[in-house]
């Protein structure tokens, strides 16, 4: 990453190792517009305010732990992913960032398309009204069960995954009078993280079907026999929390060379290439994402450049954004309840969360933001970390942060950029109650998915 280590702040600057942290922030009030959804700012008393609301209010109506999600920018983001390739293109909005009734009609009336993959988000997707064709099943491992039901609602695209899977699809498609129309996913030997991609002859990882040895070709091979399959394209996806473009440049060009192989062979130009999600946000002010337009643009360049070199005409792209739509528009809000100072180290903060409703840091060491949302504070800078009320050391929200020196329990701190794979991937762990998604536009605030009681852990405990 560009983060350098910087001078530290004023206290226990000798003890840290180098690059673990930046400065503290020149301003700790501050709200960077970057990190935070569009509607977020402070307010005369220095209270932040998401779409007018103050984060005291909401904490009172809704409570805490809570995420609050700003539902113009949701809808912005839609928009801009929609409008980013003139409509040319096709824009899966990827279910598992976060799907809920509410969102799936949001991203149905923004004109967006979404991948789910599971039966339980094929069934909130159809339950929410987005219609069938609409819709595209992934998953390296669908069971027949979610293979049927997934042909018989009438899904626009399954993406086959493995071998297994075309002779399975094909024979549930045969089975129920169907001709389905698939992808296949070529794993295009490109890892990408964070800013920098690497090239490898095999990935070894369980996705996809590897463009190495021949094995996506024979894949098309098999498809194309098959009368209950429709092939449409090739798909590929290559990683996460991308911000550099040379990874889907690699991509792209490969999966283009593998349909002007498929050409060579069967006389078929295959319609469609769909190049994947991964596309990175703003966790913290050091992060610098690209806008849409111009991934839409570096994408659509490349696709037309390596058609024109290799005769094809140039098929339609689709991309499957999850958390740069979803991510950046969503912020935790939580208590704090007790303050530890170690003395030559840091403050631990606990909040009434943690890696129940945010397992990222724990999962990926994800680096996150957090300010002081209930009032501001002229204190200095206080090396911070912001730990969760759960059984495990290692159950830290913000690893290293600086918040106000008179933080003081009852605060509220606001975590943001939690839209993508937090709720979606929040557990009960130590029984806690997964906290309730609160929507908010236009100054009105409305529970989109409610939080958990202790009703509903006890219903599952059958005794
Ligand atoms: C996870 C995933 C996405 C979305 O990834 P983001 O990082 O949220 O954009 C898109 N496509 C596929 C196949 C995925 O597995």
């Known amino acids: ?224 026999k098959l009368d209950s399959l429709e092939l449409a394209g090739i798909h590929s996806h290559i990683g996460s929390q991308i911000f550099d473009m040379a990874g889907f440049e690699v991509s792209a060009r490969r999966v283009v060379q593998l349909l002007a192989e498929v050409r060579d062979e069967h006389g078929v130009e295959l319609p469609e290439i769909d190049l994947g999600g991964g596309l990175g946000i703003a966790y913290t002010s050091e992060d610098d994402p690209r806008e849409p337009h111009e991934i839409a643009k570096s994408l659509s360049d490349i696709v037309t450049r390596e058609c024109a070199a290799a005769g094809l005409a140039v098929p339609r792209i689709s991309v499957e954004p999850g958390r740069a739509i979803v991510g950046p528009t969503t912020f935790t809000l939580y208590e704090v309840g007790t303050l530890k100072e170690l003395p030559g180290l840091r403050t631990y903060v606990s909040v009434d969360g943690g890696m129940s409703d945010n ?35 290692g159950d830290i929200v913000v690893k290293d942060a600086f918040l106000p020196a008179d933080l003081a329990p009852g605060d509220l701190l606001a975590v943001p950029a939690t839209g993508a794979y937090c709720r979606s991937m929040a557990s009960n762990y130590n029984h806690a109650l997964r906290p309730p998604v609160v929507a908010v536009k236009d100054g009105k605030a409305r529970v989109i998915m409610r939080r958990e009681t202790e009703e509903d852990l006890l219903r599952l405990d059958v005794g």
């Open 1 to 224: 990453m560009s983060r350098s280590a910087h001078p530290a702040g004023p206290r226990h600057a000798d003890v840290l190792p180098e690059g673990h942290y930046t400065a503290p922030p020149a301003d700790l009030n501050a709200l960077d517009p970057r990190v935070w959804s569009r509607t977020v700012t402070r307010d005369a008393d220095g209270v932040a305010t998401l779409g007018g609301i103050p984060v005291t209010r909401l904490a009172e109506e809704f409570g805490t732990p809570a995420y609050f999600l700003d539902e113009d920018d949701f809808r912005a983001r839609c928009r801009a992913w929609h409008d980013a390739f003139g409509g040319e293109a096709d824009v899966f909005y990827a279910g598992k960032a976060f799907l809920s009734r509410a969102v799936v009609g949001w991203l149905h009336e923004e004109g967006l398309n979404l991948d789910v993959c599971s039966a339980g988000e094929l069934t909130t997707a159809l339950a929410a009204g987005m219609p069938a064709e609409r819709i595209a099943m992934h998953g390296n491992n669908k069971t027949t069960d979610e293979i049927e039901r997934a042909v018989t609602a009438g899904v626009g695209r399954i993406v086959l995954d493995s071998f297994q899977e075309i002779v399975r699809v094909a024979h549930i498609a045969e089975r129920l009078g169907r001709r389905q129309r698939v992808q296949i996913r070529v794993t295009v030997g490109v890892e990408a993280h964070t800013h920098e991609f690497i090239a490898t002859a095999h990935e070894d990882q369980k996705f996809g079907i590897a463009l190495a040895d021949g094995q996506a070709a024979e894949a098309v091979r098999r498809v194309l």
């Open 359 to 393: 397992i990222r840091t724990a999962l990926y060491d994800a680096e996150y933001s957090v300010a002081l949302a209930s009032r501001v504070s002229s204190a200095g800078p206080m090396l911070s970390r912001v730990v969760g009320k759960h059984c495990e050391s």
